[in-house]
T-cell receptor, first 114, second 112 residues
Framework: QKEVEQNSGPLSVPEGAIASLNCTYS??????FFWYRQYSGKSPELIMS????GDKEDGRFTAQLNKASQYVSLLIRDSQPSDSATYLCALLGYSGAGSYQLTFGKGTKLSVIP | DGGITQSPKYLFRKEGQNVTLSCEQNLNHDAMYWYRQDPGQGLRLIYY???????QKGDIAEGYSVSREKKESFPLTVTSAQKNPTAFYLC???????????FGDGTRLSIL
C-alpha cells in the first residue's frame, strides 16, 4: 500500500513570508511527484512537477525532492493571501500491467495572513 | 477551449436510484480517471482507463461502474449498491498513464 503523508495543518504564515509544505512517502519505486493546489470548493490544480533529486523553481514556487529520504517539499516565497488553499502532494507509481496510479496525501491547509 | 467538462455540477440521488456523472475531454488524452474526495480527505481512485474500451478498478470501485466507448468520454455510474455516495467526484485526464493529470471542475453528489 503506497502511502503519502502530509501535515494537515493549518499552516499559518504572514504575508511576504516563506511557506514550507512537506510530504513523505513510502513507495521507493515512485518516479514522479506533483503538487496540486485546491481552493475551497474547487478542484485541484497542478502547480509543480518534479522527477529528479534536487530543486525545481517556477516563479515563487520551489519543489524539492530527496528520493533517498523519501521526502518532497514545496516552498512558496513571498506568500500572498491568494496562496491560501489546501496543497496536495501526489506521487505517480507503477501499479503493474502497464498501468500507473497517482496516490494523494490528505493535503496541508495553508493560510496566509495579511 | 480545451479542457475537461464534468456535468452536472450538483446532483441529488434518491434511495435505490442509480445516477450517472458525465466527464468529457477535448484534449485528445488517452488516459482518464475518476476520484472521490470526502471532507478533510485526500483523493481516492475509483476507476481509470488508459485506452478506449478498457478500464481498471481503483482502490474503491465497489458500488460504481464506468464505460469508455469513446476517447473523449468516461461516464461514472453511482449505483444503489454504493451506500455512502455523498462526496465530491473528480474526473481527470492525462496524455498517457505516466504523465501529470489535470482535473475537471467536479460534481457534488448528495443523498435526498
Amino acid at each position: 500500500q503506497k502511502e503519502v503523508e502530509q501535515n494537515s495543518g493549518p499552516l499559518s504564515v504572514p504575508e511576504g513570508a516563506i511557506a514550507s509544505l512537506n510530504c513523505t512517502y513510502s513507495d521507493r519505486g515512485s518516479q514522479s511527484f506533483f503538487w496540486y493546489r485546491q481552493y475551497s470548493g474547487k478542484s485541484p490544480e497542478l502547480i509543480m512537477s518534479i522527477y529528479s533529486n534536487g530543486d525545481k523553481e517556477d516563479g515563487r514556487f520551489t519543489a524539492q525532492l530527496n528520493k533517498a529520504s523519501q521526502y518532497v517539499s514545496l516552498l512558496i516565497r513571498d506568500s500572498q493571501p491568494s496562496d491560501s488553499a489546501t496543497y496536495l502532494c501526489a506521487l505517480l507509481g507503477y501499479s503493474g500491467a502497464g498501468s500507473y496510479q497517482l496516490t494523494f496525501g490528505k493535503g496541508t491547509k495553508l493560510s496566509v495572513i495579511p | 477551449d480545451g479542457g475537461i467538462t464534468q456535468s452536472p455540477k450538483y446532483l441529488f440521488r434518491k434511495e435505490g436510484q442509480n445516477v450517472t456523472l458525465s466527464c468529457e475531454q477535448n484534449l485528445n488524452h488517452d488516459a482518464m480517471y475518476w476520484y472521490r474526495q470526502d471532507p478533510g480527505q485526500g483523493l481516492r481512485l475509483i476507476y481509470y482507463s488508459q485506452i478506449v474500451n478498457d478500464f481498471q478498478k481503483g482502490d474503491i470501485a465497489e458500488g460504481y461502474s464506468v464505460s469508455r466507448e469513446k476517447k473523449e468520454s468516461f461516464p461514472l455510474t453511482v449505483t444503489s449498491a454504493q451506500k455512502n455516495p455523498t462526496a465530491f467526484y473528480l474526473c481527470a485526464s492525462s496524455p498517457s498513464g505516466n504523465q501529470p493529470q489535470h482535473f475537471g471542475d467536479g460534481t457534488r453528489l448528495s443523498i435526498l
